[in-house]
């Protein structure tokens, strides 16, 4: 973490100097957020850390989520609250998904016995767990973001959303109406943006004119939280428990050591029937349990939390206002995410991990057009990447689904859930994604120079040791949510940054004419571009003070230098990241990462006619 940039301030350094805005409109906003979701919470948390955007969000409930709902927190979120800086109070509070259970009937006889216990997350998947924490405690950890922002960001709670319309206002062309309060007036607010992050019943998608399409597999579930005394063996891992002719549970341990989650399978609906025509109770819930679990006891203490729903895979075509027809000519305004655009199950914990990366994608896009520094053409690629990846879900999630539910007659059907999970363990975990090539993603005709940073994908970890200071660290780690793009380049063997080598070629490059064509004058050299270099020998043959002023540059309201962009291997606390990371090591390498982490480009060290086609072809000059 980096702070006394522009003079020595005391106090907690993750609290911004609050920015003042006395010359702005109340009801004039650049972008308005509807919902205070994970989704919503995302987007809001990024937005805050530009101080000159202004952000509203709002949401229908009276205050901030306490209990219940999501809780599955896949290794690709948590490497994000990396980025936004809370991945360790994260780590600390929830409960770690170590290893996974499988139970099914016993053969020939009465019963259950586990099948079989296994890794839940493979080895250099990601260097974050799969771990569990309420989505209330998830929502706290971004609301202290927003809190300490440039902006001192806060929701705006209890404000109904009865009106969206896009008007002919160039400067504000969304307008929004609120109920706040029975007898209050209609409260109208005017956006640039506005993004809908407000559930299934999405008004602000009804407002577009979409709806989800999909079908209901008509299966009622219910979810509860719950303190239990119980002699069933696997209780603090999670199993999954396929009974003979009861349904199936699936357990989910939660955070503090006590507290478990059951997912529990009932009866199916028929007709037209909703699961509230059935008037279930927690007892009902309980009771099903129980016989799910038997021969083993089950003694409910409390329940903390619970709700009843039925399974339903919907997704809409379009995420945003513009009708196909238009793209490309008309830009959006009104974009969904979340659950206003792709519903599921819960069983695969996918809902607000792929609701948080809906809008931790889209969040960079809107702010580089709001600041100038793209063209609007960009935010046509959030519908265009995030819509593929719900449809995606969309499948996959009909599959477990069906294979969780299935009344197995044999231990090879009880099987098939379990293949399916190891088979699938790298999407749950959502490292996975992969966008298409785009105006934000190459082809990856250079793939052979970095084999493991793949084109499309998240920028894979992995152990370094900072230059500077000798910290080892984890390269990742320095991709923070600031909407930069990150231009990292692995050096060709040899290569120690002196003049007549690549590395200080490149930095000549970047410097004198990438850096100036697109960066504000006034602005520090890596306020749009932040180049990082890693080299192959030793921290401690390296002379920091040889290097290029692009990877030592001077920064801020002194001139202060920034002493935290080389880095070298770790070989005492990992592998080498050449070998691990299958750069060449003879030619090296120059990753293009996204502002969300995402590798847009891998290209050779002189590239520079590439690089400069790259970025002409979205960007916009400095003025």
């Known amino acids: 973490m980096q702070y006394h940039l522009d003079g020595f301030r005391a106090g907690d350094p993750s609290v911004a100097l609050a920015k003042t805005t006395s010359d702005a409109k109340p009801d004039e906003v650049d972008v308005l957020i509807v919902g205070c979701g994970p989704a919503g919470l995302t987007l809001a948390a990024q937005l805050s850390a530009f101080g000159d955007i202004s952000t509203r969000v709002t949401d229908l409930k009276s205050g901030p989520l306490e209990v219940g709902q999501a809780d599955g927190i896949a290794c690709r979120s948590v490497?994000?609250?990396?980025?936004?800086?809370?991945?360790?109070?994260?780590?600390?509070?929830?409960?770690?998904?170590?290893?996974?259970?499988?139970?099914?009937?016993?053969?020939?006889?009465?019963?259950?016995?586990?099948?079989?216990?296994?890794?839940?997350?493979?080895?250099?998947?990601?260097?974050?767990?799969?771990?569990?924490?309420?989505q209330a405690r998830v929502h706290d950890?971004?609301?202290?973001?927003?809190?300490?922002?440039?902006?001192?960001?806060?929701?705006?709670?209890?404000?109904?959303?009865?009106?969206?319309?896009?008007?002919?206002?160039?400067?504000?062309?969304?307008?929004?109406?609120?109920?706040?309060?029975?007898?209050?007036?209609?409260?109208?607010?005017?956006?640039?943006?506005?993004?809908?992050?407000?559930?299934?019943?999405?008004?602000?998608?009804?407002?577009?004119?979409?709806?989800?399409?999909?079908?209901?597999?008509?299966?009622?579930?219910?979810?509860?939280?719950?303190?239990?005394?119980?002699?069933?063996?696997?209780?603090?891992?999670?199993?999954?428990?396929?009974?003979?002719?009861?349904?199936?549970?699936?357990?989910?341990?939660?955070?503090?050591?006590?507290?478990?989650?059951?997912?529990?399978?009932?009866?199916?609906?028929?007709?037209?029937?909703?699961?509230?025509?059935?008037?279930?109770?927690?007892?009902m819930l309980i009771a099903k349990a129980q016989k799910i679990f038997a021969p083993y006891m089950l003694d409910v203490k409390e329940v903390a939390w619970w709700s009843a729903y039925e399974i339903g895979q919907r997704v809409c075509d379009v995420f945003d206002d513009v009708p196909p027809a238009q793209r490309g000519t008309k830009q959006p305004r009104i974009f969904i995410a979340g659950d206003a655009c792709h519903t599921h199950s819960p069983k695969a914990g996918q809902g607000m991990n792929v609701s948080m990366a809906d809008t931790f994608n889209l969040g960079w896009k809107l702010a580089a057009v709001l600041r100038g520094q793209a063209g609007p053409q960009v935010l046509d690629s959030y519908t265009a990447e995030r819509q593929a990846k719900a449809k995606e879900l969309i499948d996959f999630d009909k599959d477990m689904a069906r294979l969780f539910s299935a009344k197995t007659k044999t231990p090879a059907d009880a099987a098939q859930f379990q293949t399916y999970f190891k088979k699938h363990g790298r999407y749950t975990a959502g490292v996975e994604t992969r966008y298409a090539p785009s105006l934000l993603t190459d082809a990856g005709r250079y793939q052979r120079l970095a084999t493991g940073y793949q084109t499309g994908m998240r920028f894979h970890s992995a152990p370094v040791i900072r230059l500077g200071d000798a910290k080892p660290m984890h390269l990742g780690h320095m991709l923070k949510a600031d909407g930069r793009w990150r231009l990292v380049?692995?050096?060709?063997?040899?290569?120690?940054?002196?003049?007549?080598?690549?590395?200080?070629?490149?930095?000549?490059?970047?410097?004198?004419?990438?850096?100036?064509?697109?960066?504000?004058?006034?602005?520090?050299?890596?306020?749009?571009?932040?180049?990082?270099?890693?080299?192959?020998?030793?921290?401690?043959?390296?002379?920091?003070?040889?290097?290029?002023?692009?990877?030592?540059?001077?920064?801020?309201?002194?001139?202060?230098?920034?002493?935290?962009?080389?880095?070298?291997?770790?070989?005492?606390?990992?592998?080498?990241?050449?070998?691990?990371?299958?750069?060449?090591?003879?030619?090296?390498?120059?990753?293009?990462?996204?502002?969300?982490?995402?590798?847009?480009?891998?290209?050779?060290?002189?590239?520079?006619?590439?690089?400069?086609?790259?970025?002409?072809?979205?960007?916009?000059?400095?003025?």
């Open 79 to 134: 490497e994000m609250f990396e980025a936004f800086g809370f991945a360790e109070k994260v780590l600390k509070e929830s409960y770690w998904v170590n290893e996974v259970a499988f139970w099914r009937p016993v053969e020939g006889g009465a019963g259950l016995a586990r099948a079989d216990r296994i890794q839940d997350v493979e080895d250099d998947l990601s260097e974050m767990p799969h771990v569990i924490l309420s």
């Open 141 to 283: 950890f971004y609301l202290e973001v927003m809190r300490n922002s440039a902006r001192r960001l806060v929701p705006e709670y209890g404000h109904r959303l009865v009106d969206l319309k896009r008007t002919d206002d160039s400067d504000y062309p969304a307008l929004a109406t609120f109920e706040v309060g029975s007898q209050a007036p209609l409260k109208e607010v005017r956006a640039r943006y506005v993004v809908g992050c407000d559930g299934a019943r999405s008004t602000v998608r009804r407002s577009i004119g979409h709806e989800l399409k999909g079908e209901a597999a008509r299966q009622l579930w219910g979810v509860m939280d719950v303190l239990v005394v119980t002699d069933f063996p696997d209780i603090r891992l999670k199993a999954a428990i396929q009974s003979g002719g009861d349904g199936s549970v699936l357990i989910i341990p939660r955070e503090g050591g006590y507290l478990v989650r059951m997912y529990i399978e009932l009866d199916a609906l028929h007709g037209d029937e909703r699961a509230a025509d059935r008037n279930l109770t927690c007892e």
């Open 489 to 623: 380049a692995f050096a060709p063997s040899g290569d120690v940054g002196q003049p007549e080598e690549r590395i200080a070629a490149l930095c000549g490059f970047l410097q004198n004419d990438l850096i100036p064509r697109f960066t504000d004058p006034a602005a520090d050299m890596d306020s749009v571009f932040d180049m990082r270099a890693v080299f192959q020998c030793s921290h401690r043959e390296m002379d920091i003070s040889a290097l290029p002023r692009a990877l030592v540059p001077r920064k801020g309201l002194y001139g202060l230098i920034d002493y935290e962009k080389a880095f070298c291997p770790d070989l005492k606390h990992g592998p080498d990241i050449f070998d691990h990371r299958g750069i060449d090591r003879a030619q090296g390498a120059l990753i293009l990462v996204r502002p969300d982490q995402y590798v847009a480009s891998v290209l050779p060290l002189d590239a520079f006619a590439q690089v400069e086609a790259f970025f002409d072809g979205f960007m916009l000059p400095s003025t």
